[in-house]
Structures are given as structure tokens and as C-alpha cells.
């Protein structure tokens, strides 16, 4: 690694400027890369619901629809506005009530049927989209209804609120980025000895944030989550390598006569020692991969890719950095603003036996309320209420009782009888507010002739015949969940090969693949882990006790949201363990290794207290960088997908810092003697 630093010092003009021509190239592909802003789509490709999406697309070109809210308008204007909707490219098919009514009042008909198309002069329209719900075209179509009918048109469904997620994270995403900068650079600037170190720290991890974001072009696409949570992330997770580097790098320089034989010296160090705690950060955000749902391989590869490319930048850019702005740093350097924690370690070491048994009576019913915590899956309630798709679906909701609009897809061949039976079937299912079909609708005495070619198309196609089902419950509830369920045993008593879809039937399975997903996620990560500290650490005791230690932080931190009555999004319990555990694993692997180098020349101790006095600062720093990264934009967010998640992380990071400086020393004091006689002598 001697020659590899070398190299870098000798060349540091040469690497700055590799990293500039890098950096273009990176945001030239950070531009190509797409964004999904639609969780469902990370759904397996083999469930029925997914393969029921596919065959509506297919089919009957409505892989994306829309039930929109037209307000004090008269029928020949919609039927005009409908003539405009129609020829915006994506669109498939428009249609309301007049399309079979013409100008029929909509009086003559019984109040049963008026309620359902037509109140407080308030008209409903069906947009059907030739491609799925969140697909670029459908989109764009979307975005150009609104712009053309100016206001006059509302928008409900998935497709609007794609939209409405991705105007909403692109206004806040460099506002997260900002917030980041600003509270690490506060922390740095107070911690470290120097006002312009701080910048070049942040400037270098910049660096390594944009190179992540620019190769993600390879991926082919990401996930808004992933593209917003990405640069805290990796800011929060690779600032102490940095940190590492700068303070050997300082402590080498009295003992060289030149800075970069010291930088050679630092580089190496640094190396040896973020080698172990990078891959477990790495392994923990690919244990992500073990999930069903894709968006955790989605995050999980992304930020594995970014903590490797932030260790490659630290050893490569930042040292060329320091040795280029030497005398500035040097012109800028100021009194260390740590507290000196002698006194805190010393009550730490003496009371080990109490903070221990503190530790052991906490286990059970941490881990008991983490398990409680409360989730959501509505996806919409992650989202403002002021956004014209919430509004709208809530308007539905209120004025026309559309909750859970589902569609089943039956063989075309099926014998009316059966169809019939099958209808009454589900109408007496409990919570089912109404079924529409094509027989359904001549019973309304509408006869074919009278219906539009649009309106035939959308019931029928040369495979199905599709059945329209509105449920009194909302989505992703127990209720509604339990009611496809029974819905399913229905339509495959009388067609086996029919598919129920629509958004209800999607989320119900993103709620079962999610809470297989948390027990997966967190095994696997815990294994993987395991594994690394057990070929790092080469011992068979401390994978094992410092596991523990993090999983009590983050049962900590997930008690803390049971306690407080707070309900989560989904995804944050899924992928929190995971992070946490990836991200601050560091921590106890930079206690434990030091307490073991200063435990074969010192008793016990003497080796925990001169391990906290040196690796306590270290810790400190690094956690509140990881806290502030996160902090903020935990604030700000008005994604509470994203706010949620970032507040955890966060409270992980300050809670998973406290129990390493505190709860750690007592462990590894107390199960000593097991720790000496099961790792490998070269470490101890």
C-alpha cells in the first residue's frame, strides 16, 4: 500500500485532475440515469397482481388509468374537453356518463345512478393511459391533461401521484443535499482543528457522491428513495474514513521530514484500517438484495457502491487535496473545540457491572416494543395532503364513496349465467360498494348501440372481459386486504385463470412481501456481518458481542417510536436495521480492535480507559456527522418516506454512538477473559 500512496502523493496534481474530468462524465450520466417514483413497480414480476397489471396494459391499453372530477360544467363542454384529452399523446380512452346520454338530462335517472356519476354538479371521468402507471408517456400524459384543462380537470389515481411525488422530491432533494452540507460542516468545523478542512473534507466526499450518482447510469434506472436518501447517506456513512485519514496524517508529520512521506505513511494506515469497517457497511447495504421487493436491491447496490467509491476517493483525492492546500490549512487552524471526557470514561470503567446489568434488563423490552412498532403501506399518506392527486382521491373518497376501485379480469367465453352468478357472488361479499359490468350496464336498459367503440373497449378485449369493483374500505387495510382475499376464492370458483388487480389487490401484496422482507433483511444482514467481523477480527466471541451491542441501538431506536405512539412508513423498519446496523458497526469494530492492541501491554483497565480517551473523539465525531447528515432533512421532508426514515437514522446514529462509548467498554471488560481466549493472539 507503501507504493500505492506514494503514487498519489507524488501525483496529486495528476489525481485532481482525473477527478475533474470523472466529475463531467458522472453528471452527464447522473442525467441519463431515470428516476421511478412508483413503489409498486419493485413488486416481483411473477405475482399475479404484477402479471394481471401487464396483461391490462397489453389488452386493453390501460396500464395506467385515471378517475378525474370535473366541477360545474356542462355536457357539451365535457364532451368537447374530452376530444382535447383524448389527442395528448398516451392517452387511450376518455369517457363519462355522456358518451352514452348525450344530452339527456342527468335527472331522469334514478338517484341510485346519479350519485354515482353525477353530485353537487360534480361529474366523474374515466382517462385510461396506453402504458402503465408510471411509465415516462403516461407521466407526461398526465402532466399535459393538467396544463391543457387548466385546473378545470382533477386528477385522481396512481399515475397523478406519481407526478405529484416526483415535482415535490425534485423541488426537495437539493434542498436535502444543502441542509447536509450546512449542519456537517458546523460539526467539523467545531471538531477538527482547521476552518478549511472541513470544506475539502466535504468537497472530496462530493466528489465521491456525484461519481456514485453519475455510474448509476448502469443500473439503467433508481428509485426516488434511493436518489434522495443516497447523498446523506454516503455523506453520513464515509465522513469518518475521511476524518481517519486527517487525523493520522496529523499525527505523522512531526515524525517525517516531509508532509507526503507522513500522507504515505496516513494513506496506508488508513487503508489498514477502514478496510474491515467499509466491508461491513458494505455487506449490511447489500443484505438489501435479500429483499423480495427490488427496492431494497435498488438502495442496498446504490450505497454499497457509493461507501466503495467513497474509500477509493479518500485514499486517492482527499490526501492530494490536504497536500495541495497545506498552507491554507494551515493558516486556518484553530483550538479543538472537544471536551476533554477523562472524568466520563473513568465513572464509565468504574460502574461497567451496573451499566451492564442496565444493559441486560433493557434487552427484552426493547426488543419486545420494537417488534410493535406500527406501519402504514397507504402510500398517498406519505405525501402532503395539500397535492392535487391526495385531494382528489380524497374528494372521490367523500363525494362519490370511490375508496378501492378494482378491476377483475375474466375469459371473454365465460357464459353470462355464470357471470351473473358470479356478480351476485360478489355483491353480497361485506364492503363492497358496487359492480359494473358489460351485462350490468344493459340491465340499466343501456342497449350496445348505445355505448361508444371506447366504452365497449374498456370491458372487453379478444382475451377478457374485465368487471369494475369499488370496495367501502381503504387500501392496504386489514379489511380490504382480508376482502381480495375472499374476492380471489370468488372469480376462481367460476374462472381460474381470472387475475383481481387494480391498486387494492397490489398493496395487499406489498404488505405480505414487506413483513417477509423485515425478517429476511435482518437476518441476512446479521449473518453477513457476522461473517466479516468473524475473518476481520479472526475471533469467535466478538462478532457475536458487538452485534449485540448495535442491535440493542437500534431497538433503542425503533422503541422510541413505539413509545411515542408513532407510525411508520413501511419501508423504514425494512431497511433501518439494516443501515444502522452497516453503518455504525464501525464504531464497536474501532473500540474493540483498539482496546484489544492496548490489552496486550496493559490490564484491563487501563486499556479500556486509554481506549476511550483516543477512540471516544473519533466516535464522537462521527456520529454527530452521521446525525447531522441526516438530522435536517428528517425535518424538512415533507416525503414522509423519506422524513421518517432520516429521523431514524439519525436518532441511530446518536443512540448507536452512546451505546458504543458506554454499553460496549462494560461488555468487553466483563466477558474479557472469553474475548482473550477466543481471538487470534496476532490481535490481541
Same mark, same amino acid.
Given at each position: 500500500m507503501k507504493k500505492f500512496g506514494k503514487f498519489v502523493c507524488k501525483n496529486k496534481n495528476l489525481v485532481v485532475l482525473v477527478s475533474?474530468?470523472?466529475?463531467?462524465?458522472?453528471?452527464?450520466?447522473?442525467?441519463?440515469?431515470?428516476? &421511478?417514483?412508483?413503489? #409498486?413497480?419493485?413488486?416481483?414480476?411473477?405475482?399475479?397482481?404484477?402479471?394481471?397489471?401487464?396483461?391490462?396494459?397489453?389488452?386493453? =391499453?390501460?396500464?395506467?388509468? !385515471?378517475?378525474?372530477?370535473?366541477?360545474?360544467?356542462?355536457?357539451?363542454?365535457?364532451?368537447? #374537453? @374530452?376530444?382535447?384529452?383524448?389527442?395528448v399523446d398516451g392517452v387511450s380512452k376518455v369517457v363519462s356518463v355522456y358518451d352514452v346520454i348525450g344530452n339527456i338530462p342527468i335527472s331522469m335517472f334514478p338517484n341510485e345512478i346519479q350519485e354515482r356519476i353525477h353530485k353537487n354538479n360534480s361529474d366523474l371521468l374515466l382517462i385510461t393511459f396506453t402504458d402503465s402507471t408510471s411509465s415516462e408517456k403516461t407521466i407526461d400524459?398526465?402532466?399535459?391533461?393538467?396544463?391543457?384543462?387548466?385546473?378545470?380537470?382533477?386528477?385522481?389515481?396512481?399515475?397523478?401521484?406519481v407526478l405529484d411525488t416526483m415535482n415535490l422530491s425534485e423541488r426537495e432533494i437539493t434542498i436535502y443535499i444543502a441542509i447536509a452540507v450546512v449542519l456537517c460542516l458546523i460539526v467539523l468545523s467545531v471538531f477538527l482543528d482547521s476552518y478549511i478542512v472541513p470544506v475539502l473534507l466535504l468537497l472530496n466526499i462530493g466528489c465521491a457522491i456525484v461519481f456514485n450518482l453519475g455510474t448509476n447510469v448502469f443500473l439503467g434506472n433508481i428509485s426516488y428513495i434511493t436518489k434522495a436518501l443516497v447523498a446523506v447517506l454516503q455523506l453520513g456513512v464515509t465522513t469518518d474514513f475521511s476524518i481517519f485519514l486527517y487525523h493520522s496524517y496529523e499525527k505523522k508529520k512531526n515524525n517525517y521530514k516531509s508532509r507526503e512521506d507522513a500522507m504515505i505513511d496516513a494513506i496506508s494506515e488508513t487503508f489498514k484500517s477502514v478496510t474491515g469497517s467499509s466491508l461491513t457497511t458494505i455487506v449490511?447495504?447489500?443484505?438489501?438484495?435479500?429483499?423480495?421487493?427490488?427496492?431494497?436491491?435498488?438502495?442496498?447496490?446504490?450505497?454499497?457502491?457509493?461507501?466503495?467509491?467513497?474509500?477509493?476517493?479518500?485514499?486517492?483525492?482527499?490526501?492530494?487535496?490536504?497536500?495541495?492546500? &497545506? $498552507?491554507?490549512?494551515?493558516?486556518? $487552524?484553530?483550538?479543538?473545540?472537544?471536551?476533554?471526557?477523562n472524568n466520563l470514561n473513568k465513572f464509565i470503567i468504574k460502574h461497567k457491572n451496573a451499566i451492564f446489568i442496565i444493559f441486560i434488563i433493557l434487552v427484552i423490552p426493547l426488543y419486545l416494543a420494537n417488534s410493535k412498532v406500527d406501519v402504514y403501506y397507504k402510500?398517498?399518506?406519505?405525501?402532503?395532503?395539500?397535492?392535487?392527486?391526495?385531494?382528489?382521491?380524497?374528494?372521490?373518497?367523500? $363525494?362519490?364513496?370511490?375508496? !378501492?376501485?378494482?378491476?377483475?379480469?375474466?375469459? =371473454?367465453?365465460?357464459?353470462? &349465467?355464470?357471470?351473473?352468478e358470479m356478480i351476485d357472488d360478489i355483491e353480497n361479499l361485506e364492503g363492497i360498494d358496487f359492480v359494473l359490468s358489460f351485462n350490468k350496464i =344493459?340491465?340499466?336498459?343501456?342497449? @350496445?348501440?348505445?355505448?361508444? !367503440?371506447?366504452?365497449?373497449?374498456?370491458?372487453?378485449?379478444?382475451?377478457?372481459?374485465?368487471?369494475?369493483?369499488?370496495?367501502?374500505?381503504?387500501?392496504?387495510?386489514?379489511?380490504?386486504?382480508?376482502?381480495?382475499?375472499?374476492?380471489?376464492?370468488?372469480? $376462481?370458483?367460476?374462472?381460474?385463470?381470472?387475475?383481481?388487480?387494480?391498486?387494492?389487490?397490489?398493496?395487499?401484496?406489498?404488505?405480505?412481501?414487506?413483513?417477509?422482507?423485515?425478517?429476511?433483511?435482518?437476518?441476512?444482514?446479521?449473518?453477513?456481518?457476522?461473517?466479516?467481523?468473524?475473518?476481520?477480527?479472526?475471533? #469467535?466471541?466478538?462478532?457475536?458481542?458487538?452485534?449485540?451491542a448495535i442491535e440493542f441501538a437500534i431497538f433503542a431506536n425503533m422503541s422510541i417510536s413505539y413509545f411515542g405512539g408513532t407510525t411508520l412508513p413501511f419501508i423504514a423498519p425494512i431497511t433501518l436495521g439494516t443501515i444502522q446496523l452497516g453503518a455504525t458497526i464501525d464504531y464497536a469494530i474501532l473500540m474493540t480492535t483498539t482496546y484489544l492492541r492496548n490489552r496486550s501491554t496493559m490490564d484491563k483497565n487501563e486499556a479500556m480507559l486509554t481506549t476511550l480517551n483516543y477512540c471516544g473523539t473519533s466516535i464522537l465525531i462521527s456520529g454527530m456527522c452521521f446525525f447531522a447528515a441526516t438530522f435536517g432533512v428528517g425535518l424538512y421532508s415533507q416525503i414522509e418516506m423519506i422524513g421518517s426514515l432520516c429521523t431514524l437514522i439519525s436518532r441511530g446514529a446518536l443512540i448507536s454512538m452512546i451505546?458504543?462509548?458506554?454499553?460496549?467498554? !462494560?461488555?468487553?471488560?466483563?466477558f474479557d477473559k472469553l474475548i482473550l481466549k477466543t481471538t487470534k493472539k496476532e490481535n490481541v
Open positions: 475533474a474530468v470523472l466529475l463531467i462524465f458522472s453528471f452527464i450520466g447522473m442525467n441519463l440515469t431515470k428516476v &421511478n417514483y412508483d413503489i #409498486l413497480v419493485y413488486l416481483p414480476d411473477e405475482i399475479e397482481t404484477i402479471q394481471g397489471q401487464n396483461e391490462l396494459t397489453d389488452n386493453f =391499453k390501460m396500464g395506467g388509468y !385515471s378517475i378525474a372530477i370535473i366541477d360545474n360544467m356542462k355536457s357539451k363542454d365535457i364532451l368537447e #374537453l @374530452e376530444n382535447d384529452i383524448k389527442n400524459a398526465v402532466r399535459e391533461i393538467r396544463n391543457i384543462t387548466d385546473g378545470k380537470v382533477k386528477q385522481g389515481g396512481m399515475s397523478s401521484m449490511g447495504f447489500l443484505a438489501l438484495c435479500a429483499m423480495q421487493l427490488t427496492l431494497g436491491s435498488d438502495l442496498g447496490i446504490v450505497m454499497a457502491k457509493g461507501v466503495l467509491i467513497g474509500v477509493i476517493v479518500v485514499l486517492t483525492l482527499f490526501p492530494s487535496l490536504i497536500l495541495m492546500f &497545506n $498552507k491554507l490549512i494551515e493558516k486556518t $487552524k484553530h483550538k479543538e473545540l472537544v471536551p476533554n471526557f402510500l398517498d399518506s406519505s405525501l402532503p395532503s395539500t397535492l392535487e392527486s391526495v385531494k382528489t382521491n380524497e374528494e372521490l373518497k367523500d $363525494k362519490f364513496n370511490i375508496v !378501492s376501485p378494482e378491476i377483475i379480469m375474466i375469459n =371473454k367465453d365465460l357464459k353470462s &349465467n355464470k357471470v351473473s =344493459k340491465e340499466l336498459g343501456i342497449t @350496445e348501440e348505445m355505448l361508444s !367503440s371506447d366504452i365497449k373497449d374498456i370491458f372487453k378485449s379478444d382475451k377478457y372481459e374485465l368487471i369494475l369493483v369499488n370496495s367501502d374500505y381503504d387500501v392496504a387495510t386489514d379489511e380490504l386486504n382480508n376482502q381480495t382475499n375472499e374476492l380471489n376464492k370468488i372469480v $376462481k370458483k367460476y374462472d381460474n385463470d381470472a387475475i383481481v388487480a387494480g391498486v387494492g389487490p397490489l398493496m395487499k401484496d406489498l404488505v405480505e412481501i414487506s413483513n417477509t422482507d423485515f425478517n429476511n433483511v435482518n437476518t441476512y444482514s446479521i449473518i453477513c456481518i457476522f461473517l466479516v467481523l468473524f475473518i476481520v477480527l479472526k475471533s #469467535l466471541s466478538l462478532p457475536f458481542l458487538l452485534i449485540g451505546v458504543v462509548i458506554t454499553v460496549l467498554p !462494560s461488555i468487553l471488560m466483563i
